[in-house]
């Protein structure tokens, strides 16, 4: 058999010879007359059928036990610190930012990325300055009004929301466009500057994250350093006694790639020295009342290539049981790419299946069974590429990470970003979701943490000598959310990844015969087809109807028994419906 990410898992006899009782009867009986035509349909000019027309695929799942039970957080979001700098932050108490969060949770929201190691904690409420006449000034004053009107919303409970007039909005875009320009040259030059977070720009944070939901995870700056290159703990000492006496309920983490230091900022941190650091910081962690008992995480290495796997594998040895949980990132690609059809490379899809196999190993060799996490994850670094990353065709990179992260154990997956520069965000500067936002929001309503086997059988080419075949069609399955009341426990849902330019049917076998099942289909919306950057859930586009509303999710029912046609290059989610699934009703 080829290599088959969705089958991974070993098969029992019985099943093979019982499924391949169902092949035969699938073709021969006559109670299944169109899939038996699509087995049996004769080629023109008398030629032998080609793979092309072959699309029956038999499908089951294993219902009496999970694989893997995940985070409920699971699928987490990610903000670039990147935002303070270009003033972003203050519209993080918008109504519709918030309820764009807000339907993602549970979730964490780790303040993270290559900008951590540059923060500086200054308690000051506000240092705006005048800036004089222009946008600026009319910005500088916008400002002063949030901080007025944060003190004043400061003695009441609840979350602070506020509706930002459309002209500062515009001001705001024009100023995030030249700063923009300002980060990109930085990155380049390997040249950065600090970034200053005030006392009033973690209020707004963490507000953010409260009223949406959120968890937050905050990143203290790794490269704050003594002369002796241990880590100067005294910005990060202020920032606790400020957070604790707002009580705010954080969880930290400490750098950010700490493996590619040396290229960064030409001054590197070895695995032991990152291990003191954590081991320090969980120190002060528990000196400080409010935040003894504090999750960590860390260490955020890079992508597990030498370096980052050295680093990791030291600071395993020195350090694991000091994080509650070890991170790493994985970036697919870099702003080389130009075309859609390099988003839809199945050898690129699998990348990360090896990336995952590195780290666990790393991880398992001291530390057995601790959890892994990604804690960055994003189709493209470098800020993405415009027109490709922020379109319909970057989700079959995101849907199917989350997919294969799952079946291999990774607890949680953070995406980056959930609203910054760049194009690989799932909220543009328009506060208007791109279609990422929507395969998770999705993801979100449909997907428990329970993962279960997946058991897929059909026609498949013969390997050619020397060639691998690379699965075009993913498949994987989860227990219902149980946060979703319109399934009772024990449904399950299975999404679908077709990366076929042909469409394929697939067949519920076995436990999954003869079940009603609702069917989420996601495709492109409008004539940019695979770059559109907006998505249709069963040919209805989806639009926020207004600050505070989602649109309805509305499920076509499939009859008991009916095959699932994927069209070419889609997205479908498709819960079963009172399967009443074992592993599920727990």
């Not at 799952?406 to 995406?415: E, F, H, K």
């Amino acid at each position: 058999m080829p290599k088959c990410f969705q089958c991974v898992f070993p098969w029992s006899s019985l099943w093979l010879a019982s499924l391949a009782t169902l092949v035969v009867q699938s073709v021969l009986s006559s109670s299944y007359p169109s899939s038996s035509s699509t087995y049996q349909r004769p080629a023109a000019g008398g030629k032998r059928p080609g793979f092309m027309e072959r699309t029956l695929v038999l499908l089951d799942v294993n219902t009496r036990s999970p694989i893997r039970v995940l985070n409920d957080n699971f699928l987490s979001l990610q903000l670039d610190p990147s935002i303070i700098k270009d003033g972003w932050l203050d519209f993080l108490s918008s109504k519709r930012l918030v309820t764009l969060a807000r339907g993602l949770s549970p979730a964490f929201l780790r303040f993270g990325g290559k900008r951590t190691d540059f923060l500086q904690f200054n308690n000051q409420k506000n240092l705006a300055k005048f800036r004089g006449p222009g946008p600026d000034y009319y910005l500088k004053n916008y400002e002063d009004d949030i901080v007025r009107s944060d003190i004043a919303l400061d003695k009441q409970n609840g979350c602070k929301l506020a509706n930002h007039p459309d002209i500062m909005l515009e001001l705001q875009r024009e100023k995030a466009a030249t700063t923009q320009l300002v980060l990109l040259k930085e990155q380049l030059s390997n040249i950065y500057s600090n970034i200053t977070i005030t006392a009033r720009s973690l209020d707004k944070l963490y507000n953010f994250a409260d009223c949406a939901g959120l968890h937050l995870i905050l990143g203290l700056n790794a490269l704050h350093r003594n002369p002796d290159n241990s880590w100067n703990t005294s910005s990060t000492l202020s920032l606790l006694k400020y957070s604790a006496g707002k009580k705010y309920n954080i969880s930290w983490e400490l750098g950010n790639e700490p493996n590619a230091y040396r290229s960064m900022v030409g001054r590197a941190v070895n695995s032991t020295q990152l291990a003191q650091d954590y081991t320090k910081l969980r120190t002060l962690l528990q000196s400080v009342r409010y935040y003894h008992r504090a999750h960590l995480y860390g260490p955020n290495a890079g992508r597990p290539r030498k370096n980052a796997i050295l680093l990791l594998d030291g600071f395993m040895k020195n350090a694991g049981s000091v994080v509650d949980a070890v991170t790493w990132q994985h970036y697919y690609m870099d702003g080389r790419v130009k075309t859609v059809e390099d988003f839809l490379k199945t050898r690129l899809l699998d990348t990360l299946t090896e990336q995952i196999n590195k780290v666990i190993k790393a991880v398992n060799t001291y530390s057995p069974g601790k959890k892994v996490w990604l804690g960055g994850l994003g189709p493209a670094w470098a800020g993405g590429i415009s027109n490709l990353s922020d379109t319909y065709a970057a989700g079959f990179l995101w849907v199917n990470t989350l997919g294969m992260a799952a079946v291999q154990g990774i607890d949680v997956v953070m995406r980056h970003s959930f609203f910054d520069y760049g194009y690989t965000h799932l909220v543009d500067q328009h506060f208007n979701p791109l279609p990422d936002y929507w395969f998770s929001l999705v993801f979100k309503r449909l997907v428990g943490p329970r993962v279960l086997a997946v058991r897929v059988a059909g026609l498949q080419r013969k390997p050619q000598p020397g060639r691998v075949i690379r699965d075009k069609l993913r498949i994987y399955a989860h227990c219902t959310s149980n946060y979703n009341h319109n399934y009772v426990r024990g449904s399950i849902t299975i999404y679908i990844i077709n990366l076929h330019r042909s469409r394929k049917k697939i067949k519920l076998a076995g436990t999954l015969r003869n079940k009603t099942v609702h069917q989420y289909l996601l495709q492109p919306y409008g004539t940019d087809g695979l770059r559109a950057k907006y998505v249709q859930l069963n040919g209805e586009k989806l639009l926020m109807l207004d600050n505070e509303t989602f649109p309805e999710l509305k499920p076509k029912t499939l009859r008991p028994g009916r095959t699932i046609a994927m069209p070419p290059m889609t997205i479908g989610f498709y819960v079963i419906k009172n399967i009443n699934a074992y592993a599920c009703r727990r």
